[in-house]
């Protein structure tokens, strides 16, 4: 039986987890933090059939928003995954847009258009969605290790044999996958990989008590000091609704748990929120967060085997559509590394090797 071990428990780690163990490997996911813990439990999970249409991801996100669908099923769903209506708009603080709204939202806000349907766009509660697929791997005979990855296992000939924890404990296996999201940088320190970057957002979980229809919002709206934000809101199957608006440039700490918001970041959300819809003004706030999404220079994610390196493989930088790529990531690798290629998806566009390596001497001294 193939030993895989598996660095990183978001979304993208537990899904190959998932996928390998579905196909009878040992799978064994270190995890540094908790499962979940970082952008994998605090994204939108907002999914969409063919918003990537035109980019390498396109074949990939279709793939997966299939493969959500059937986990959603064969799984007994235990993260709220539920189809939507999904809108386009926009508000300007204090002011009454005028036009035809919906019924749960403020006059502020204007909606311009329908830019996805239940057949076309759906959703899933983002941290149950990865703690109830490690599960799932975890019933089919997968290991969830906690510990910090350090450090790789390496025969004479440079093959990979396992990786090394920083408390000094290693863990064999026949192949190690580089699945850190944005602290993937760090295994460039033991593998040559491109870079990937960590671009910083905040969202809030309102409890809305079912009060929001199935709906998720993209909106423009111009803040009263004139700058113009993003928001993006989606009202999940748990009466929660979740709502993100504010990126930032803020530094991605070493330990993932050291993740918090900007100051000031969550509470300029909030009265955002609270401006755009009467129930959410009314709702409490039960989380105010920050993650950061993975992103290799070119936008596009890498899934591969590491050149050069037997046994070695990443997946990583699936930036703002990692939940929604998870499902279809997680069975290209088990078919990459049990089978040597993937049949459902053509992996040529996301080969690691398409960019330049970063030089670890630029983490100065991490
Ligand atoms: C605000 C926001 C909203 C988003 N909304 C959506 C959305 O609506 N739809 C969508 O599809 N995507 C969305 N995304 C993107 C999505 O969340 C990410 O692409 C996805 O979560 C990345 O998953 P991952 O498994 O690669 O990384 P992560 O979730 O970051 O997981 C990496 C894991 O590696 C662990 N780790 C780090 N270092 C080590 C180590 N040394 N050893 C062991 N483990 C380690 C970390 O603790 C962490 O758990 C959003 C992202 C953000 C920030």
């Given at each position: 039986m193939k030993r895989?071990?598996?660095?990183?428990?978001?979304?993208?780690?537990?899904?190959?987890?998932?996928?390998?163990?579905?196909?009878?490997?040992?799978?064994?996911?270190?995890?540094?933090?908790?499962?979940?813990?970082?952008?994998?439990?605090?994204?939108?999970?907002?999914?969409?059939?063919?918003?990537?249409?035109?980019?390498?991801v396109d074949r990939l996100a279709r793939r997966s928003f299939a493969l959500h669908a059937e986990l959603a099923e064969q799984l007994g769903n235990p993260w709220g995954y539920r189809r939507l209506e999904t809108y386009s708009g926009w508000a300007i603080a204090n002011q009454a847009a005028g036009g035809a709204s919906r019924p749960w939202l403020s006059d502020d806000v204007a909606i311009t258009g329908q830019i996805g349907s239940p057949q076309t766009t759906a959703l899933v509660e983002p941290r149950a969605f990865t703690r109830g697929l490690m599960r799932a791997a975890e019933a089919q005979g997968a290991e969830l290790r906690i510990g910090t990855v350090a450090g790789l296992v390496r025969s004479a000939g440079g093959a990979v044999e396992g990786v090394a924890l920083d408390d000094g404990e290693t863990v064999d296996a026949d192949a190690v996958v580089i699945a850190m999201g944005p602290w993937s940088i760090l295994a460039t320190r033991w593998l040559p990989l491109p870079a990937v970057y960590g671009f910083k957002g905040h969202s809030l979980v309102f409890d809305a008590r079912g009060q929001a229809p199935a709906e998720a919002l993209f909106l423009e709206y111009q803040e009263a000091s004139g700058e113009v934000l993003a928001p993006e809101v989606f009202a999940r199957a748990d009466g929660t609704v979740w709502?993100?608006?504010?990126?930032?440039?803020?530094?991605?700490?070493?330990?993932?748990?050291?993740?918090?918001?900007?100051?000031?970041?969550?509470?300029?959300?909030?009265?955002?929120?609270?401006?755009?819809s009467p129930v959410l003004a009314a709702a409490p706030v039960v989380a105010r967060q920050a993650c950061f999404r993975p992103v290799a220079e070119d936008g596009v994610p890498l899934i591969g085997r590491v050149p050069g390196v037997d046994g070695a493989y990443v997946a990583t930088a699936h930036s703002v559509w990692g939940m929604l790529n998870a499902p279809a990531t997680g069975e290209a690798m088990a078919e990459l590394i049990l089978d040597g290629g993937a049949s459902h998806v053509d992996l040529t566009a996301f080969a690691p090797d398409r960019l330049k390596t970063f030089d670890p001497a630029r983490l100065h001294g991490v």
């Open positions: 895989i071990v598996i660095c990183g428990g978001g979304a993208i780690g537990v899904a190959i987890a998932y996928f390998l163990s579905r196909r009878g490997a040992k799978a064994i996911v270190v995890e540094r933090h908790e499962v979940a813990g970082s952008a994998s439990g605090k994204s939108g999970g907002f999914l969409a059939l063919d918003w990537c249409r035109g980019s390498p709502a993100c608006a504010i990126s930032s440039t803020g530094a991605l700490p070493i330990d993932p748990a050291q993740v918090a918001p900007d100051d000031g970041a969550p509470a300029r959300l909030e009265a955002l929120c609270r401006r755009l």
